[in-house]
């Protein structure tokens, strides 16, 4: 087996044949497009063409149960989309919606692959490098287009021309790509802390002009882990600095949620500054309406997904039939704004909680990680669990970066050999 050190001395490593494609692949990863109904990146090119270089090369791996799993998904919605369906809900999918989601399956395996593959090769820290420098950049565009009124490209760039989206086709996806960007300059020792905290701002601020409620929930909650982090888990710390420390950090938040709450005129400067800043304004004045209402119906949506999971519960909806089925027996036309909804109602119960426990898994024994390559590892598990609670909100089960994530994260925690520390 071809080794990571063997790579980098042929020279494969850091052949622009090579580095090129997974740059694109990387910054683009920022940009989503729904087109005659499929959701489209330039990634996906370069992935497939990193795919096709590692072929070539003879140096493309496949993590043997990984694949097993997959096949098995794939068999499984494949049977339920077309023998059951059609029987438990009297709806038989179109077959070109059927192909367009086997091969969303496809794609999404492809990245798992190439993610597990990048970090075998050492070159996972660079593509997640990049892949948070272009978010910065983005973010940045964000906040001075907006702050600035600046009008130019707004139908690409702004969300029914108030909240920026980015290159994404979702505003609330962009939101939460943000704050994966977070991870790498808050984690990396080597950042100058002068650039750290501008990053932070600057991607801060770019969820807030997003107008995302989802973005601003998923901050807040990979902050607060962050916190819980730094005071708890460090071994160096005396209780009595802990407590002192967590006194201090209840008391800024109390503190922080009474001015919110006894300002309101605070929050109306906000709101006619950055224009998007009126949807989150709900979640610090009334969290049932943000919830459900103002354009978001997240209730009903996971209510539907909630209503399909018990029609199907072990074999799931398959392919190319979940929206169809929402909307003609549900009456509702929507995904089901939650990836871990989204998942059970189309793989089945079995299927999904396998998958969960796997991601679980992961999670925990990177969080274990301290031999080796354990500062990479907790930049791919703190973007896996920012996904993660952004999942609760929006369907990302087809999302990127997600499944690279996963791919390279299994990979490093296969590893055996440790990797070189971040530049």
């Not at 991601?359 to 969080?367: A, D, F, Q």
């Not at 993660?388 to 970066?401: H, Q």
Request: hydrophobic fraction near 55%.
């Amino acid at each position: 087996m071809t080794t990571v050190h063997e790579i980098e001395k042929d020279g494969k490593g850091s052949n622009p044949l090579f580095i090129i494609p997974l740059f694109f692949m990387s910054i683009l990863l920022h940009q989503s497009s729904v087109i005659f109904g499929v959701n489209f990146s330039l990634a996906d090119f370069f992935c497939f063409f990193l795919f096709l270089i590692l072929m070539m090369w003879n140096q493309f791996y496949i993590p043997i149960q990984s694949m097993l799993f997959f096949i098995l998904v794939f068999i499984v919605v494949l049977v339920s989309a077309v023998f059951f369906v059609p029987i438990i809900f009297s709806y038989t999918p179109e077959p070109t919606r059927i192909i367009s989601d086997f091969m969303k399956l496809l794609a999404i395996f492809l990245y798992f692959l190439v993610g597990y593959n990048l970090l075998r090769m050492g070159k996972i820290t660079i593509s997640i490098k990049w892949y948070s420098i272009i978010g910065l950049i983005i973010g940045l565009i964000g906040v001075l287009f907006t702050l600035l009124n600046i009008r130019l490209f707004s139908s690409v760039l702004f969300f029914l021309d108030i909240r920026f989206k980015g290159f994404m086709n979702d505003p609330n996806y962009f939101s939460v790509l943000q704050v994966t960007a977070l991870v790498y300059f808050t984690r990396v020792k080597t950042i100058p802390l002068r650039f750290k905290y501008f990053a932070i701002l600057i991607l801060i601020l770019s969820v807030l002009v997003s107008g995302s409620k989802t973005g601003i929930i998923t901050l807040f909650s990979y902050f607060f882990i962050r916190i819980i982090e730094y005071t708890l888990i460090s071994k160096e710390k005396k209780t009595k600095k802990i407590i002192l420390q967590l006194s201090l950090i209840f008391a800024l938040l109390a503190i922080a949620f009474i001015i919110i709450r006894g300002f309101p005129t605070l929050l109306n400067m906000l709101s006619s500054a950055v224009p998007a800043f009126s949807r989150i304004e709900p979640l610090f004045t009334d969290f049932d309406e943000a919830i459900s209402g103002n354009g978001s119906d997240r209730a009903d949506t996971w209510k539907v997904a909630y209503l399909i999971i018990q029609h199907s519960p072990l074999i799931g909806t398959g392919i190319g039939s979940y929206t169809h089925i929402a909307a003609e027996t549900f009456y509702y036309n929507n995904v089901a704004h939650n990836t871990f909804l989204q998942i059970t109602a189309e793989w089945g119960i079995p299927l999904a909680v396998l998958f969960f426990t796997f991601i679980g898994r992961l999670i925990v024994k990177s969080s274990n990680s301290r031999k080796s390559n354990f500062e990479m590892n907790y930049i791919l598990r703190d973007i896996l669990i920012i996904l993660l609670i952004g999942s609760m909100a929006i369907s990302l089960n087809n999302a990127r970066v997600l499944w690279l994530v996963i791919g390279a994260l299994l990979s490093s925690l296969g590893k055996k050999q440790t990797q070189r520390s971040l530049k």
